[in-house]
């Protein structure tokens, strides 16, 4: 039985109780989920190219399959700068086909970025700031609300 104190003490909390911090940081930025027309039973749009862009700064990738087959869909992340706090930035983002380059969505949307806490404030009492947007073909860009 002394054997297994030792062991189970590092579990998730000191010996008084209080709640161990994970030293997971915060980065701020501008996250942006993907969704095509019609869910997850869209059909495969193809290859794509994403570009998000934020106060014009931009970031772009291509994906070999854009599709939100299988309960996946497409996340692109913009880093903010670290002094950005509870400011609003203009967000633009597009995704067209390779093949074709045929514009598959394209929006624009003013955001408020947010101030959040990974590992509670308790751990971390300056927080981070970011924002999280939806975007398809269907609804446009829109903000997530967490």
């Known amino acids: 039985m002394l054997l297994v104190a030792p062991v189970l003490s590092g579990c998730g909390a000191d010996y008084a109780g209080a709640r161990n911090c994970t030293m997971i940081g915060g980065v701020p930025g501008i996250t942006v989920l993907f969704e095509p027309a019609g869910g997850a039973?869209?059909?495969p749009v193809g290859p794509a190219v994403f570009r998000l862009c934020?106060?014009?700064k931009c970031e772009e990738r291509t994906e070999a399959e854009a599709s939100a087959a299988a309960g996946t869909s497409t996340r692109m992340y913009l880093r903010t700068s670290d002094d950005v706090r509870d400011e609003e930035l203009d967000v633009w983002f597009s995704v067209?086909?390779?093949e074709g380059e045929r514009v598959i969505m394209q929006d624009s949307a003013k955001v408020r970025m947010t101030e959040h806490w990974p590992n509670g404030k308790e751990c971390d009492p300056k927080g981070t700031w970011s924002a999280s947007l939806t975007a398809s073909p269907e609804t446009g860009?829109?903000?997530r609300r967490r």
Request: net charge negative; aromatic share 0%; glycine share 8%.
């Open 41 to 43: 039973t869209a059909d």
């Open 141 to 143: 860009l829109v903000e």
């Open 96 to 98: 067209t086909s390779v």
């Open 54 to 56: 934020v106060d014009g």
